[in-house]
């Protein structure tokens, strides 16, 4: 079993940045991709960015690219998410998530890839 909780989230003014951490304990070694979805009040969730513990290759949502930054610190203990340039778009609940499938590329974006979630940390983004 791996659980994982998330840290970092707040209110910030359009523009500003944050930085989000995930920590995870437990069966760490397995896991080799971790990710970060964020949900918006009434939408589905959305993939963000993932990282990859071999290579430590990162993948990252249109929406996104260019203004966040996942990275990871080892051993498999956590994975940061750097956020600048915030939009009032990007408020959601930010979810952690971790995998032990050898999943690359777009199969990263996809939820059902992970099997391990965070219980989610709120951001707000004023206008």
């Known amino acids: 079993q791996v659980q994982l909780v998330e840290s970092g989230g707040g209110l910030v003014q359009a523009g500003g940045s944050l930085r989000l951490s995930c920590a995870a304990s437990?069966?760490?070694?397995?896991?080799?991709?971790m990710g970060w979805f964020r949900q918006a009040p009434g939408k589905g969730r959305e993939f963000v960015a993932a990282?990859?513990?071999?290579?430590?290759?990162?993948y990252y949502a249109d929406s996104v690219r260019g203004r966040f930054t996942i990275s990871g610190d080892n051993p498999k203990n956590t994975v940061s998410l750097q956020m600048n340039s915030l939009k009032p778009e990007d408020t959601a609940v930010y979810y952690c998530a971790a995998t032990q499938a050898w999943a690359i590329g777009s199969a990263l974006a996809t939820d059902l890839t992970y099997g391990y979630w965070g219980q989610g940390t709120q951001v707000t983004v004023s206008s």
């Open positions: 437990g069966r760490t070694f397995s896991i080799n991709a």
């Open positions: 990282f990859g513990w071999t290579g430590g290759f990162t």
